[in-house]
T-cell receptor, first 115, second 111 residues
Framework: GAGVSQSPRYKVAKRGQDVALRCDPISGHVSLFWYQQALGQGPEFLTYFQNEAQLDKSGLPSDRFFAERPEGSVSTLKIQRTQQEDSAVYLC?????????????FGDGTRLSIL | GQQLNQSPQSMFIQEGEDVSMNCTSSSIFNTWLWYKQEPGEGPVLLIALYKAGELTSNGRLTAQFGITRKDSFLNISASIPSDVGIYFCAGLYNQGGKLIFGQGTELSVKP
């Protein structure tokens, strides 16, 4: 499709397990962002890539969170040793260029539930 | 984390009524965006504003970028049932490109 694609749509994991969330940005989009959205809240920034370079990871809550975009297209957000407070919707967004005025287009997210 | 102050938190209106919601911040932003989110979906961009004082329309939606660059509002005219959803304002930091979101305004439209 033409939009941002995220998989899986739903993920249930037991506390302590590792999870990996995938994002396929819009083709040709240089910038890629990850956000975390808790229930009833607006999305909160986690990290930002320009091509394969991770330029800002100031929003990652702890060193259990790790993101990569090795070839400058698909990105993976990995959470190690998951905890219950990690339960949230994880949204990926992409924008066309490196100009920060380019609008960000969002995927439908991965809903993560930690039991 | 930091969020914008968005109000009202929720609105229950009759079909055909006009709606207004706004967003304020203690920080200056160079770009304001308005998104709509429906259950189980990601936010969808409605309007982007790039200049202080800018007034932009998209169909029945009109948004303005405040002169002080610390606020923005969104108006929806002649609401219809498919306007139901959660509306988010977002300010864009040029440094790093991250969006700062408001808490959202949940809109319900009674036919």
């Amino acid at each position: 499709g033409a939009g941002v694609s995220q998989s899986p749509r739903y993920k249930v994991a037991k506390r302590g397990q590792d999870v990996a969330l995938r994002c396929d940005p819009i083709s040709g989009h240089v910038s890629l962002f990850w956000y975390q959205q808790a229930l009833g809240q607006g999305p909160e920034f986690l990290t930002y890539f320009q091509n394969e370079a991770q330029l800002d990871k100031s929003g990652l809550p702890s060193d259990r969170f790790f993101a990569e975009r090795p070839e400058g297209s698909v990105s993976t957000l990995k959470i190690q040793r998951t905890q219950q407070e990690d339960s949230a919707v994880y949204l990926c967004a992409s924008s066309l260029g490196s100009n920060f005025n380019q609008p960000q287009h969002f995927g439908d997210g991965t809903r993560l539930s930690i039991l | 984390g930091q969020q914008l102050n968005q109000s009202p938190q929720s609105m229950f209106i009759q079909e055909g009524e006009d709606v207004s919601m706004n967003c304020t911040s203690s920080s200056i932003f160079n770009t304001w965006l308005w998104y709509k989110q429906e259950p189980g979906e990601g936010p969808v961009l409605l309007i982007a504003l790039y200049k202080a004082g800018e007034l932009t329309s998209n169909g029945r939606l009109t948004a303005q970028f405040g002169i002080t660059r610390k606020d923005s509002f969104l108006n929806i005219s002649a609401s219809i049932p498919s306007d139901v959803g959660i509306y988010f304002c977002a300010g864009l930091y040029n440094q790093g490109g991250k969006l700062i979101f408001g808490q959202g305004t949940e809109l319900s439209v009674k036919p």
